[in-house]
């Protein structure tokens, strides 16, 4: 929107041409929805105050100290990440618009979900099926407009990180692929929001290094000395990475521990949702699964916690997802939840690296 005005206006004065550079932009987005999470998140917690987290009876005892704290602080999210990248993105990039709008389509689901929880009362909220089959449908949307509108083989293929020229042609089936990281990533981030502040750094860092993939992607020259593809205006994206690091970091001055809201489905969905979106229009799926370990082992231990249960009757952790079972081992909350900003930092500096390790 303002990427407009400063075109307009260059005629003018050419020192506004200044914000035809992304490297700008991407700075000007994080600090604007820094700035909007600061200036929103006080006035948005107190009118989210009624709307309260249940906690779980039989979950670790000290989360009953938690009892009273507002949830569906993840809307605070969404509305610095869609005002940001409204503001400084190219409206008329195909990119920016399939990555918002799949951001807002499983935000309202999680939003739906939250809703029944905690207006209507109804503790089990949307049913599972019913859920999944929300998010399948955002999904495929989204997976079917990626293809769609590829312009390039690339756009569908399968690159292998650590190997240079290592691609997979996937066709029509990129569509299947797609839904299935987009999907899974979005309940990967669901599960690990357990904690004060445990999902939101790591969806900040994860989010911050997809949006120097999707500027080097997007630059031509930059793309062929990584040897990446070069996907035309998947640079744009860098925008809404920049406005996620910066809404993110606004909400964790508010949800770090102790938290004054938490984020509920309605951010943790969404946020999930965004990363895998992202990661697949810059072609890194599989960098994501790496950088996002810590997504990835707490939807491990829920998989394997349950399948033990039903098979053999007895469980493999002391409750699951995978930090509830530190919890009751006896670490400290923010022990936990620092170590594991710690492990994602580690990861993500790995993902990073296959940019050069080829």
């Known amino acids: ?15 506004f041409k200044v914000f035809r550079y992304l490297t700008l932009r991407m700075i000007l987005g994080v600090l604007t929805a820094l700035i909007i999470a600061f200036v929103v998140g006080p006035r948005m917690i107190r009118a989210l105050g009624k ?7 039989d979950g670790p005892r000290s989360h009953l100290l938690k009892a009273g704290t507002p949830t569906m602080g993840g809307a605070l999210i969404l509305v610095a990440l869609a005002v940001s990248t409204l ?14 709008l799949t951001t807002a389509a499983f935000g309202a689901i999680g939003f739906l979900d939250d809703y029944k929880k905690l207006i209507k009362n109804d503790p089990k909220g949307l049913p599972a099926k019913e859920k999944y089959a929300y998010q399948s449908i955002a999904g495929l949307f989204a997976a079917i407009a990626l293809y769609a509108s590829a312009s390039v083989p690339a756009e569908t293929e399968l690159l292998i990180p650590f190997f240079k020229d290592l691609t997979i042609d996937m066709g029509i089936w990129s569509i299947l692929f797609t839904y299935l990281v987009i999907v899974g990533t979005s309940n990967a981030v ?4 357990g904690l004060d502040g445990l999902a939101i750094m790591p969806t900040v860092l994860v989010g911050g290094a997809l949006g ?8 031509s020259q930059f793309a062929e000395y990584l040897s990446i593809p070069n996907i035309s205006g998947a640079g744009e994206v860098a925008i809404f990475c920049g406005a996620l690091v910066g809404a993110g970091l606004g909400f964790l001055w508010f949800n770090t521990y102790p938290a004054q809201v938490f984020m509920g489905d309605v951010g943790a969905l969404a946020l999930g949702a965004a990363l895998g979106v992202v990661a697949v229009v810059v072609r890194q799926e599989l960098v994501l699964f790496i950088m996002g370990g810590v997504f990835v082992v707490e939807t491990l231990s829920v998989i394997v916690q349950v ?6 009757g007895k469980r493999v952790f002391r409750m699951a997802p995978i930090h509830h079972h530190f ?10 939840i620092v170590r594991f900003w710690i492990i994602t930092l580690i990861l993500v500096l790995f ?3 296959t940019l050069k390790i080829r």
Request: avoid cysteine; aromatic fraction near 14%.
């Open 1 to 15: 929107m303002l990427l407009l005005l400063a075109d307009y206006l260059s005629q003018f004065d050419p020192g």
């Open 51 to 57: 709307y309260q987290q249940p906690i779980r009876d």
């Open 87 to 100: 503001l400084w993105s190219d409206l008329s990039n195909r990119y920016v618009w399939i990555v918002l």
């Open 190 to 193: 669901n599960l690990t929001d």
């Open 212 to 219: 120097l993939f999707a500027y080097a992607a997007g630059h």
């Open 307 to 312: 399948a033990s249960y039903k098979l053999t």
């Open 327 to 336: 919890e009751l081992k006896g670490w400290a909350e923010p022990k936990i």
């Open 351 to 353: 993902g990073l690296a």
